[in-house]
């Protein structure tokens, strides 16, 4: 089974851009998990999306958003990115249990100049 | 709320040493445990978990943690690091309950060094 599968895998911008994130979850997976990883505040979730519905979302600003079509592939946009945005992006997907592991993706490197 | 602490920022073993790397969390129930393990420009790999049940755990690449409730801990331990070992290594907990779907609360990390 081929893994998680994230694109780009590197993008610059600068400030005042708006940038959008692709992830393809493993197959038969309609969980997707977004975070956010930085040297300074660590590994940070953004938000899950399971069956194109938003089920739970973390403390950041409304300028981070994403969406899930119906084939579970997910993407996530940042507005007017500012250069405290610059940061690792993992996406992760897992099965539609309750509980179960999540399987991540190798992420995209965003930089804001 | 839940969290989860990482009390060693890096560590450096040599190569065929123990290791073991500790992982306490602060939740009320009974935890989904995780350890991941991430190598530089790289995503996280799972090693292994805990749901429920025998309370020490296998994982892949030779690794093992064992859960303590009375402790609150879940550490990491492999009993002869390679060289290959050398990355960042994050214990995560997931809550089951209430509105917490698809969130893992992470550790801080831990950067384990293999010397020769």
């Known amino acids: 089974k081929a893994g998680v599968t994230q694109t780009p895998r590197y993008l610059i911008k600068t400030r005042g851009q708006q940038v959008t994130l692709s992830c393809s979850p493993i197959s038969g997976h309609r969980s997707v998990s977004w975070y956010q990883q930085t040297p300074g505040q660590g590994l940070q979730f953004l938000f899950e999306y399971f069956s194109e519905t938003q089920r739970n979302k973390g403390n950041f600003p409304g300028r981070f958003s994403g969406r899930q079509f119906s084939n579970s592939r997910s993407e996530m946009n940042v507005s007017t990115l500012e250069l405290g945005d610059s940061a690792l992006y993992l996406c992760?997907?897992?099965?539609?249990?309750?509980?179960?592991?999540?399987?991540f993706g190798p992420g995209t490197r965003l930089t804001v100049l | 709320a839940q969290s989860v602490t990482q009390p060693d920022i890096h560590i450096t073993v040599s190569e065929g040493a123990s290791l073991e790397l500790r992982c306490n969390y602060s939740?009320?129930?009974?935890?989904?445990l995780f350890w991941y393990v991430q190598s530089p420009g790289q995503g996280l790999q799972l090693l292994l978990k805990y749901f429920s049940g025998d309370t020490l755990v296998q994982g892949i690449k030779g690794f093992e943690a064992e859960f303590k409730r009375s402790q609150s801990s879940f550490n990491l331990r492999k009993p002869s690091v390679h060289w290959s070992d050398a990355a960042e290594y994050f214990c995560a907990v997931h809550n089951a309950g209430g509105t917490s779907y698809g969130k893992l609360t992470f550790g801080q990390g831990t950067i384990l060094t293999v010397h020769p």
């Open positions: 992760a997907s897992s099965t539609d249990r309750l509980v179960s592991e999540q399987f």
């Open positions: 939740y009320g129930a009974t935890p989904y």
